[in-house]
């Protein structure tokens, strides 16, 4: 059993991308059970996720559809751990679970308000956070839920070699759409057409993405599936074909900046184009994960999708490896493994 | 039978609101039935629509998603009149129908590219332009079709004085909603609650929108249907609540202006509430015209929903009452009878 309970405390609101700075690392007392109220429990994390809209989290308050976390609070994340106590009756100490929880040793859970979902007895939790996790998931819901493509369709996946990005595209090709994938450079790129099986990817940095995507799609894109937002969505409105749908999964492009990101500069196309843009969030269809977590372990087993985790060790490095997100500097999802054992072990 | 044809033709590109002088009038020879092609008819025009769309077709060409008049061609418009001569077996001489002709008193229209719809023998030809007319068909699909508000929901709708936001709003209150309408003049919004029944009113000249759609709705808006975007949108989507529902039927702020219009300023918002913005034109609805007519003809006739037409005389008047309309001139649909027995008299 351990004696203190680490804390990655978030100390400063971020100017742009977030800093080892804006952080404080903190050792206190471990939660004792008897200080859960009714349908909270402790969770004792193993691994944590880094995703590109952490960052929002990491603003002022004042908005009112993200969290904000408060000044001198751990860091919001999911993560993934062993349930040790709970006033829940629907978790017993010894389950293994995956929640939004925050950057410490031992968080507390309300289980009434955030989600909690068991792992899969045949799966680690690194498994239950990479290729099963809330991107892969995500992906899944936005593809089958929101873009819901007609085999033949034309589906342009931005963010294309990320974590989210990355499964919706293979979903993509698994429904029968001619795949597009943007991403930030040519090793990401052939990953994309060599790895993953997209029928062509477009490296933003080095080519006008406007006329590539004309290029490649003359007739249009059916199904955009946006990570990115800002000036990557904006050359997918000007190639928007009628009746096209625009999936609204991430607007990364505007996580580091102060200001709200735009949306596209020429509505009228989405009117007279009778193109459907939709924002979704994950637990939005929180009664079917399990059917989808089932649907990607059966692709995932198969060979159908491929997904790569980038590992981190250690509680000490998780400012540190979260800034290597908004540089794109992981090669894959990016997953901080804080207890090794209890991270790569299954249940069975 | 006339001895000549009167066209208004587009002679210059407008700059800003369009001008009489950008039109000119000319009389030339009756198009004579022998010169149909297979698959066309000619029309007698007797009503002409104004709608602010038509602005739009007045720009150059090069965006593919709406329509350019040619410089030199009787200008686009939605009109009402009777069938003359018919290559389409659908159709025979004395027909009344609605269709997309042009500003002259005999059209060649090909009924294979553009919709043309045949008017129900009880109604007049401003009846079937006016309250059973592209806009209240817009209105009735974008309320039923795309916006699917439930009982109890909240539906702002903007632009709500007009021909469509009228519509939508009478039809918002037979669906259950609470309705707020968002308009231009006390005059106006006078007339949304104490005509049309809306349970608020919302004039944007003299308030600060978004605080007021606040005040009013503080629950947030389920259903925004939208005919104005730009800021009226922005304040909208600062409103939306979870899950709800942008209707793009058009975006008459930017239609004066040589610039596309913007969308909202903060994406994420959609994102994170979960918020479909979505496009329609009446067309995509082609099928289901003749069940909403009847609909719409059953509300018209036990008053469920009230209807204004601003009927304009004469042929010659075409240019200049459409500048009306983009000044806000008008007092309800704004329609011009060039054939004054045919527009008035039904084929009972």
């Given at each position: 059993m351990d004696s203190v309970n680490r804390q990655w405390r978030l100390v400063r609101r971020p100017v742009g991308a977030a800093?080892?700075?804006d952080m404080e690392f903190h050792e206190g007392d471990i939660p004792d059970a008897s200080a859960l109220a009714d349908g909270q429990i402790l969770v004792r994390t193993s691994v944590f996720l880094h995703a590109p809209t952490m960052r929002n989290w990491m603003d002022e308050p004042g908005n009112n559809y993200y969290p904000s976390v408060p000044l001198g609070?751990?860091?919001?994340?999911?993560?993934?751990?062993?349930?040790?106590?709970?006033?829940?009756?629907?978790?017993?100490?010894?389950d293994r679970v995956t929640t939004i929880g925050s950057w410490q040793d031992y968080a507390i859970v309300d289980a009434n308000v955030m989600p909690v979902r068991p792992v899969r007895?045949?799966?680690?939790?690194?498994q239950a956070m990479g290729p099963l996790g809330m991107?892969?998931?995500?992906?899944y819901m936005g593809m089958t839920k929101i873009g819901r493509p007609e085999p033949g369709d034309v589906l342009v996946v931005s963010g294309a070699a990320g974590s989210t990005g990355s499964v919706a595209g293979q979903i993509g090709k698994i429904m029968g759409c001619r795949v597009i994938g943007i991403a930030g450079s040519t090793d990401k790129c052939n990953y994309l057409t060599q790895d993953l099986g997209f029928d062509a990817a477009i490296n933003y940095r080095d080519t006008n993405v406007e006329q590539e995507i004309r290029a490649l799609a003359p007739a249009g894109i059916n199904v955009f599936f946006d990570n990115v937002g800002g000036e990557i969505l904006q050359a997918a409105v000007e190639n928007i074909a009628k009746n096209g749908v625009i999936v609204l999964c991430g607007q990364i492009a505007g996580y580091d900046n102060s200001e709200p990101i735009s949306g596209p500069r020429n509505?009228?196309?989405?009117v007279y184009g009778s193109v459907r843009m939709q924002g979704f969030l994950l637990g939005d269809f929180e009664a079917e994960i399990p059917t989808a977590t089932d649907q990607l372990w059966e692709w995932l087993s198969a060979g159908k999708i491929k997904h790569r985790e980038d590992l981190r060790e250690g509680f000490e490095s998780l400012p540190e490896s979260f800034g290597d997100l908004s540089k794109g500097l992981n090669d894959g999802t990016l997953l901080v493994v804080t207890q090794d054992q209890e991270a790569h072990s299954t249940a069975l």
């Amino acid at each position: 059993m351990d004696s203190v309970n680490r804390q990655w405390r978030l100390v400063r609101r971020p100017v742009g991308a977030a800093k080892v700075s804006d952080m404080e690392f903190h050792e206190g007392d471990i939660p004792d059970a008897s200080a859960l109220a009714d349908g909270q429990i402790l969770v004792r994390t193993s691994v944590f996720l880094h995703a590109p809209t952490m960052r929002n989290w990491m603003d002022e308050p004042g908005n009112n559809y993200y969290p904000s976390v408060p000044l001198g609070a751990p860091m919001l994340a999911t993560c993934a751990g062993t349930v040790v106590a709970s006033k829940d009756p629907r978790f017993t100490p010894g389950d293994r679970v995956t929640t939004i929880g925050s950057w410490q040793d031992y968080a507390i859970v309300d289980a009434n308000v955030m989600p909690v979902r068991p792992v899969r007895p045949d799966v680690s939790l690194v498994q239950a956070m990479g290729p099963l996790g809330m991107n892969a998931l995500t992906a899944y819901m936005g593809m089958t839920k929101i873009g819901r493509p007609e085999p033949g369709d034309v589906l342009v996946v931005s963010g294309a070699a990320g974590s989210t990005g990355s499964v919706a595209g293979q979903i993509g090709k698994i429904m029968g759409c001619r795949v597009i994938g943007i991403a930030g450079s040519t090793d990401k790129c052939n990953y994309l057409t060599q790895d993953l099986g997209f029928d062509a990817a477009i490296n933003y940095r080095d080519t006008n993405v406007e006329q590539e995507i004309r290029a490649l799609a003359p007739a249009g894109i059916n199904v955009f599936f946006d990570n990115v937002g800002g000036e990557i969505l904006q050359a997918a409105v000007e190639n928007i074909a009628k009746n096209g749908v625009i999936v609204l999964c991430g607007q990364i492009a505007g996580y580091d900046n102060s200001e709200p990101i735009s949306g596209p500069r020429n509505m009228m196309r989405l009117v007279y184009g009778s193109v459907r843009m939709q924002g979704f969030l994950l637990g939005d269809f929180e009664a079917e994960i399990p059917t989808a977590t089932d649907q990607l372990w059966e692709w995932l087993s198969a060979g159908k999708i491929k997904h790569r985790e980038d590992l981190r060790e250690g509680f000490e490095s998780l400012p540190e490896s979260f800034g290597d997100l908004s540089k794109g500097l992981n090669d894959g999802t990016l997953l901080v493994v804080t207890q090794d054992q209890e991270a790569h072990s299954t249940a069975l």
